[in-house]
């Protein structure tokens, strides 16, 4: 038994009653609240207002943390594993989207279960040393993919059990799943135990059909679906709104999330206002990628020049954002995830939830909703990803915490970069970022 004293926990992390502000006057600017919290072997037992009379001594060790902020271990909804840290063999041009979707598929040759297992290993250890506890990665599953990924996924479920949740999407294009490709994701996803199935769907008058269709093959497999969905401005791209009419026609009983969601966010805001209506009926879960959309999306180029392969770059005007408030606003459960990791999509990004929460609140404008705001990476990523008790700190759930050195939400705010220890079990745990230098010795695969 630990007990660690005032840890001043985001209310949006809290069971009630502790998730109501208090009489501070500064709970709107600072929705915490300091409690104490005993811990069990690796589970929390006991959480209580640091102010509410102590209940008798406390049994076994005390750790005072002195009134610094303290977040439940933190979840990343929404990964790329079998891409990430591809950057140095191919990287992105980034002249748009397409391009990177190219560059990842001539490389995809490469993605034994060795060289996955490599790179995602990499990726955990970065995510464990920043914080992470659960962690959702798609794979790309199809003809050409799949089979080393997840292998290499499977046993790394094996090493980090205990510490962190591994979860997999089979990720594939609509046009591959009904292009006789089927039977292999299926077999594949069934083989690694998925705990979804991913994809693509386009728009289209099939697409209602090859829903139908997909959602079959989920309930056949008894798993949930977590898809790719919209990721354009294009303002006729409704694929979330026929994914809740099919969930609903269907009455398909597994959970269901949608990333992206990007065009909801040019179309009509009375067809919006609907769409978000019958996401919210099928009880879907809307995951944005702040980041990665940030990047990729109004990317925009001036027409080449004779010789030239690109023109000059604009200045990107929409960012790609969905709309997350009015998700919120219709009783949506909402998370924010970080995406592609130092892949031909995005160069960069090193799998830490805490830069997605605090990038999502900026770009986000989330300080309309501080409260709230943790939940992007604890509560509403726990909900989507099936995951009772993670992101919260109470009686039952995982002993996992992030002791940052700082008082205030507002100086985390300010310096993202604030030390963080990590509470695992009933002890401090050591925190080893993996060194990029480690990937200068990993082999180069053969050039095509
Ligand atoms: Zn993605």
């Given amino acids: 038994m630990h007990l660690f004293r005032r840890a001043r926990i985001p209310l949006a992390c809290l069971p009630p009653p502790l998730n109501q502000p208090g009489n501070a006057p500064d709970a709107a600017l600072e929705p915490w609240r300091e409690c104490d919290v005993t811990v069990d072997g690796s589970r929390i037992v006991a959480v209580r207002d640091s102010q509410a009379p102590a209940p008798g001594s406390a049994p076994g060790r005390t750790t005072d943390l002195g009134g610094v902020l303290v977040f439940p271990g933190l979840l990343e909804v929404h990964t790329h594993l079998d891409k990430c840290h591809t950057w140095d063999r191919a990287p992105g041009v980034h002249s748009d989207f397409w391009e990177s979707v190219e560059i990842l598929e001539a490389d995809c040759p490469n993605w034994t279960e060795e060289d996955v297992y490599r790179r995602a290993d990499f990726a955990l250890r970065s995510a464990w040393a920043h914080g992470t506890v659960a962690l959702r990665t798609h794979l790309n599953t199809n003809a050409r993919a799949g089979a080393g990924a997840h292998a290499a996924l499977e046993r790394l479920q094996a090493e980090w059990r205990g510490r962190m949740q591994l979860q997999t999407v089979s990720l594939f294009a609509f046009q591959e799943f009904f292009g006789g490709e089927a039977d292999r994701i299926i077999e594949l996803s069934a083989r690694h135990r998925a705990t979804a199935l991913g994809g693509f769907p386009q728009p289209g008058p099939d697409l209602p059909r090859q829903l139908d269709e997909v959602m079959a093959a989920a309930r056949e497999l008894g798993v949930g679906l977590d898809f790719h969905v919209d990721e354009s401005d294009l303002v006729h791209a409704e694929c979330l709104r026929a994914t809740a009419e099919a969930v609903l ?15 909801l966010s040019v179309q009509d805001p009375a067809r919006a206002r609907e769409t978000l ?68 999509f995005i160069g960069w990004g090193d799998f830490d939830p805490v830069e997605v929460y605090v990038e999502s609140v900026r770009i986000a404008q989330l300080d309309t909703r501080l409260a709230f705001s943790p939940s992007v990476v604890t509560t509403g990523a726990a909900a989507i990803m099936g995951l009772p008790g993670y992101g919260r700190v109470a009686p039952g759930s995982p002993a996992d915490l992030v002791v940052f ?40 695969p053969p050039s095509r």
């Avoid at 026609?249 to 065009?263: E, I, T, Y």
């Avoid at 700082?406 to 050591?430: M, V």
């Fill in 277 to 344: 209506a019958l996401v919210k009926a099928a009880g879907i879960g809307i995951i944005a990628l702040p980041l990665t959309n940030l990047h990729l999306q109004g990317r925009a180029r001036q027409p080449a020049k004779p010789g030239q392969r690109f023109g000059a770059p604009r200045t990107p005007q929409w960012r790609g954002l969905t709309l997350l408030h009015e998700c919120i606003d219709a009783g949506i459960t909402v998370a924010c995830g970080g995406d592609n990791v130092r892949d031909a």
């Fill in 249 to 263: 026609r269907n009455q398909f009983p597994h959970p269901v999330a949608c990333g992206h969601n990007c065009s």
């Fill in 405 to 444: 050195s700082a008082r205030k939400l507002y100086s985390l705010l300010a310096r993202p970069a604030t030390p963080r220890r990590f509470i695992h079990g009933e002890e401090f745990r050591d925190t080893i970022l993996p060194d990029f230098d480690e990937q200068l010795s990993w082999p180069r």
